[in-house]
């Protein structure tokens, strides 16, 4: 216990005459030493894996509220301090492992930077999202082929508890309580029946969403060259785009591809609402805020390194492309997705007869 007696009066004797010091120069004023908290580095942190929200029963919300791992995501070398949500995501681990995957295809394959990105994007979309809108496609098919007996039984249940409220005197209240109850069991016994839970159709954006932000970022951090392994790569972005985007590393001056960007993602838009026939309230809603959300990605695209835009635009023709493919009867009857009302021989005819009728005439 002596010599730690020792150890830190000497260290506040020297820490004061530091200050004295500091304060008699002529030079400019020392900066006050305080203890640094130590910090793990940050790929030993990141090595927890974050519970998605998305698996918990929807009979216990309370576990929502839960707190989850987080990921403790510092620079070493941050000269502008902590870094914050943004920079933990773009410093993550599934984030260097796309960019490792990059790197890969480009050497692999010897194409310049620019068709590195199509072509991944190409053969990710084609092997991961499509075999899953396809999978989609028939959970959408097999709801809507409930509907007519989901009905039905409706009726015979409103029936069953008329009767059942004349014997028991049940109440208005009671008797919407019992018939809500009811058919809500009734239906979920029909998904568990058919295997069509209408949440499954939902798998394509869990996958979609994670990738194009581990791409986008991907190639954020090598068109920035944020990082040593990084940097390297940023001269060959340089010198690796085409036409009048030359540079890949610098926004898309001409605003070309990002206007080309904004026209994709309204034609995928249009196309959904021209499949929905009768689109109840809840669904133009959805349909008026995904179209202001593809306004928003023109100006935002504008300002990123032309890498990004031309991801999200190879991204954006990929998917309309798989959405137009998935209407083919041929495809439909490969892929044994049921029929559904709006199924039609000639689909694609089809679609450009109501985009003139709507948009021309």
Not at 90 to 101: F, G, K, N, R, W
Not at 173 to 197: A, G, T, W
Request: with cysteine; charged share 20%; net charge positive.
């Amino acid at each position: 216990m002596l010599w730690l007696k020792t150890t830190m009066q000497l260290r506040t004797d020297s820490l004061r005459k530091l200050c004295q010091v500091s304060r008699h120069s002529s030079g400019p004023p020392a900066q006050s030493v305080t203890p640094a908290p130590f910090t793990s580095d940050r790929r030993a942190t990141s090595r927890h894996r974050h519970v998605p929200l998305h698996t918990l029963p929807l009979l216990h919300p309370s576990r929502l509220h839960r707190s989850a791992p987080c990921l403790h995501l510092c620079r070493q070398a941050s000269t502008t301090g902590g870094a914050g949500w943004y920079e933990g995501v773009a410093d993550s681990i599934p984030v260097h492992v796309t960019e490792q995957l990059l790197t890969w295809v480009n050497q692999a394959t010897g194409l310049p930077w620019w068709a590195t990105i199509v072509c991944t994007t190409f053969a990710l979309r084609t092997a991961i999202t499509l075999p899953l809108g396809a999978y989609q496609a028939v959970v959408v098919a097999k709801v809507e082929g409930l509907q007519p007996e989901i009905a039905e039984l409706a009726k015979r249940l409103h029936y069953e508890i008329s009767v059942r409220a004349k014997e028991k005197n049940w109440t208005d209240k009671k008797c919407r309580y019992q018939f809500k109850k009811n058919l809500k069991r009734i239906v979920s016994e029909l998904y568990v029946r058919d295997n069509c839970h209408p949440f499954k159709a939902s798998v394509l954006i869990w996958v979609q969403l994670p990738m194009w932000v581990c791409l986008s970022l991907a190639l954020r951090n090598l068109s920035l060259g944020l990082s040593e392994a990084t940097t390297a790569l940023q001269g060959e972005l340089t010198v690796g785009g085409a036409l009048w985007f030359s540079d890949l590393t610098l926004p898309d001056s001409t605003w070309i591809v990002p206007i080309s960007l904004g026209l994709v993602n309204l034609l995928i838009t249009e196309i959904f609402a021209l499949q929905r026939r009768e689109a109840s309230k809840v669904q133009k809603y959805v349909t008026h805020f995904i179209r202001g959300i593809s306004v928003l990605m023109v100006p935002l695209a504008a300002t990123v390194p032309s890498s990004m835009a031309l991801y999200w635009l190879s991204s954006s023709c990929v998917g309309l492309g798989h959405n137009l493919l998935l209407r083919s009867p041929r495809l439909r009857r490969l892929c044994h997705i049921p029929p559904m009302r709006s199924d039609s021989d000639t689909p694609y005819r089809d679609i450009a007869s109501s985009l003139v009728a709507k948009y021309i005439k």
